[in-house]
């Protein structure tokens, strides 16, 4: 679905209060908070179409799940409002999780979820924002941050027009276009740990849960099944270093094949398995989302932080604006809230790393963690070992 967007073609200098970048799901929850406060703000997105093509899986969190990883949500009325998505959105119910070992053995839980068709979904953030006035501009990619000292300002030069801004929030995802452009390879202010994914929407014999696999399937990482439906997100993630584009694709074949699946369209993306960047703020921007490493290592899931990370930001700009507050403070919330769920997350995926190294091993490892409820506890980035 494609959303009413503008597009500028002016070579001048364009000021606004607020420059967004990216208008993902963290951009897009960005805007519209500033905007039903009156803010003047703009969120440039380099893709036509605001969500497609989708960067990896389509499982989004309910509202239950987000409040059991994440602390200091659950009395925030404006997060909970946002997280009461449409029935038009939501494609199927994702229920129960299963994770299978390399001899396709499962273990299985509750989830509590849904998938969703990215484009839509991200769409209807995206029409939010700007129903309360904010300005989303499609086709702008940002090229370029030149400083000028001298009139105390940066210009962020796109492929459609040149901005200036009181506050900037990077929302560009994993790569961290804003952090890149600005501070090169500084690693404070960059995620790390980048690992490739791939995905296919599918069309077959489809099962009715949300299934992970381990294994050789997806060496040092993960395969999986996200039912849409009629159809499915399927795909893998690995270590970086481990295939490279040709054979991730070719892995990936292989194993829709398998599972007799016919393959509808590719696409993929990055994901910074790293944990949160060292650094959220730089001046006057604020890294939300992927672009602040603020997804689980464990699973992947980074949606749900994107959203509050945006919520956060942007109240943290509405304060400073305000009262003089901080803008630091908005590193202080998101680490309050989400800290101790990544810094476990990032513990299991060590764990997984050291433990689960071929087939063998993964295998021994999943039927020793399986009845106990490590691997549950893993996935829903809780500590694995709580026995030990």
Not at 79 to 101: A, C, K, Y
Request: with cysteine; glycine share 12%; aromatic share 8%.
């Amino acid at each position: 679905m494609t959303v009413a967007v503008k597009k500028s073609a002016r070579d001048d200098v364009e000021h606004r209060e607020v420059l967004i970048i990216g208008a993902g799901p963290a951009g897009s929850v960005a805007a519209q908070r500033l905007a039903e406060e009156g803010v003047d703000v703009l969120a440039i997105e380099r893709r036509e179409i605001v969500g497609n093509p989708a960067q990896c899986g389509e499982c989004i969190p309910n509202w239950g799940e987000v409040i059991a990883a994440f602390d200091n949500v659950e009395q925030d009325p404006w997060l909970r409002s946002s997280f009461d998505f449409p029935d038009r959105v939501r494609l199927s119910r994702l229920d129960w999780m299963r994770v299978f070992s390399p001899s396709m053995k499962c273990w299985g839980f509750e989830l509590d979820a849904f998938s969703a068709h990215r484009p839509q979904f991200d769409g209807m953030l995206a029409e939010r924002a700007i129903a309360e006035g904010a300005e989303i501009r499609v086709g702008t990619a940002l090229r370029k941050v030149q400083k000028q000292p001298k009139l105390g300002r940066e210009l962020y030069l796109t492929t459609n027009g040149t901005y200036t801004a009181d506050y900037v929030i990077d929302a560009s995802g994993s790569l961290a276009q804003v952090a890149r452009l600005r501070r090169g390879k500084a690693t404070e202010f960059r995620p790390t740990d980048q690992i490739p994914t791939i995905y296919a929407q599918v069309a077959g014999d489809l099962p009715d849960t949300f299934d992970v696999f381990l294994g050789a399937v997806a060496p040092g990482g993960y395969a999986w099944i996200i039912p849409k439906g009629d159809t499915a997100n399927v795909g893998l993630g690995v270590a970086a270093g481990k295939l490279g584009e040709v054979m991730l694709k070719q892995y990936l074949g292989e194993f829709c094949k398998k599972m007799n699946f016919e393959v509808l369209s590719w696409g993929g993306g990055w994901i910074p398995m790293g944990g949160p960047v060292k650094r959220m703020v730089d001046g006057n921007v604020l890294a939300v989302g992927d672009a602040a490493g603020l997804v689980m290592p464990s699973n992947g899931g980074g949606i749900s932080q994107a959203m509050i990370s945006a919520k956060f930001a942007a109240d943290t700009i509405l304060s400073h604006r305000k009262e003089g507050v901080d803008l630091d403070s908005y590193e202080k919330l998101v680490r309050r809230s989400m800290g101790k769920a990544l810094r476990i997350s990032l513990r299991s995926k060590r764990l997984g790393n050291a433990f689960l190294g071929g087939d063998l091993r993964t295998e021994a490892m999943m039927r020793i963690l399986g009845p106990i409820g490590g691997l549950k506890r893993a996935m829903e980035c809780k500590r694995p070992l709580w026995l030990i």
